[in-house]
């Protein structure tokens, strides 16, 4: 299994970015993917999960500016982050739970390091 991100750089407040999060070893449909974050100096923190079994959550400093999606045809997950502020500045990072048929309600609150996890993408807010 790998989980591969793609997408951050530098953007400016109230500008826009899209992360990818490329998937192999399982297909995207079949397991709860997560998307979060790590700020300089803080504890890692869940953004956003996507599953089939029972479909999206939004942790809500992010609620209403990001949006997660998957597109099955290229194995992949999107996460759209519009108003982009100076405190989103942070590594983002891809996840899923082992093994396959995860919700984001059992599993999203209860990540943990030993989950599949790729190796980050730096997103920067800054004027």
């Known amino acids: 299994v790998q989980l591969v991100e793609s997408g951050g750089g530098l953007v400016q407040p109230g500008g826009s970015l899209r992360l990818s999060c490329a998937v192999s070893?399982?297909?995207?449909?079949?397991?709860?993917i997560g998307w979060f974050r790590q700020a300089p100096g803080k504890q890692r923190e869940g953004v956003s999960c996507i599953s089939s079994r029972d479909g999206i959550v939004y942790k809500d400093a992010v609620k209403g500016r990001f949006t997660v999606s998957r597109d099955a045809s290229v194995n992949t997950v999107f996460l759209d982050m519009n108003s982009l502020q100076s405190n989103d500045t942070a590594v983002y990072f891809c996840?899923?739970?082992?093994?396959?048929?995860?919700?984001?309600?059992?599993?999203?609150?209860?990540?943990?390091?030993?989950?599949?996890w790729g190796q980050g993408t730096l997103v920067t807010v800054s004027s």
């Open positions: 070893g399982f297909t995207v449909d079949h397991n709860a």
């Open positions: 996840a899923a739970p082992r093994g396959t048929g995860a919700s984001c309600t059992r599993w999203f609150d209860w990540w943990t390091v030993s989950d599949y």
